[in-house]
């Protein structure tokens, strides 16, 4: 049954014909506003979802008028034109749709501080071939996690590899590993809808999940 207009909470997508694009089209369903390609037409909607390029939300951003903003996208973001953007509408950059890496981050912030003195963490991540930026915005998350910038990070880029982060935390002679891989990417698809559900309720601002 199709809900009238005043329930309905409409959604465009940048980036809706890319791999993630089109599951979260998939999975806004009836909400899904239209897509805005690389013409720039927003259609009315009330939150734009951006899962493209950096230089895809770098074209966005001035084209928007006070819709919700959710950026799923990676890479050299353009912060400046975000967090002014941030004072007129709410705002949110998730580098990771998934359940699990936020749980592996809260892991992470509680461990880092508690490890022996002389150990050391370094960050894996691997992905397929044609992902654009390395390393991933969510192994950038797990090194600021840590707080210790100075964490290396290693990146694959093989074959179809959705996505998976593996946190090396090692002192001599034993070490531990805190590891997440998605094995669907529609796992990023249905968190991209929560995040979106969630931020139409969030006030004017750079905000965090
Ligand atoms: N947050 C998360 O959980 C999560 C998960 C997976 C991926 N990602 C990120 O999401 C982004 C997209 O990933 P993907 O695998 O779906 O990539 P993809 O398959 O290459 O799709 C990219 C989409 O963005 C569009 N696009 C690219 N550059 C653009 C520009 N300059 N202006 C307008 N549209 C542009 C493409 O349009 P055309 O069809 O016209 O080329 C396409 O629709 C990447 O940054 C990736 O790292 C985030």
Redesign the pocket.
């Known amino acids: 049954m199709t809900r009238p207009l005043t329930e309905r909470r409409p959604i465009a997508v ?8 089109r599951l979260i089209v998939h999975e806004l369903g009836e909400d899904f506003a239209g897509p805005i ?2 013409d720039g037409l927003v259609p009315p909607c009330e939150l734009v979802i951006d ?6 939300t770098a ?2 951003v001035p084209r928007l008028d006070g819709q919700a903003l959710l950026v ?4 050299d973001l353009p912060m400046d034109a975000l967090t002014a953007y941030a004072a007129r509408a709410p705002v949110a950059i ?5 359940a699990g890496v936020p749980l592996l981050i809260d892991i992470l912030e509680q461990l880092a501080p508690r490890l022996p003195q002389g150990w050391s963490i370094e960050v894996v991540e691997a992905h397929h071939a ?4 390395a390393p ?2 969510t192994a950038k998350r797990l090194v600021a996690a840590t707080g210790r910038p100075d964490v290396p990070c290693h990146s694959l880029r093989a074959g179809d590899t959705i ?1 998976e982060h593996t946190v090396w935390l090692a002192g001599p002679g034993e070490r531990l590993e805190l590891k997440h891989v998605a094995t669907r ?1 529609e796992v ?1 698809a249905i ?2 809808v929560r995040h979106a559900r969630w931020l139409l309720d969030q006030p004017p601002g750079l905000v965090r999940p």
Do not use: C, I, Q, Y
């Not at 940048?14 to 694009?21: E, M």
């Not at 899962?51 to 895809?56: D, I, T, Y």
């Not at 044609?130 to 930026?133: S, T």
């Open positions: 940048h980036g809706a014909t890319g791999r993630l694009g390609g690389r899962v493209s390029s950096a230089e895809g074209a966005l799923g996208t990676t890479g998730v580098p990771n749709f998934s044609h992902k654009r930026d991933s915005g996505g990417r990023f968190g991209a």
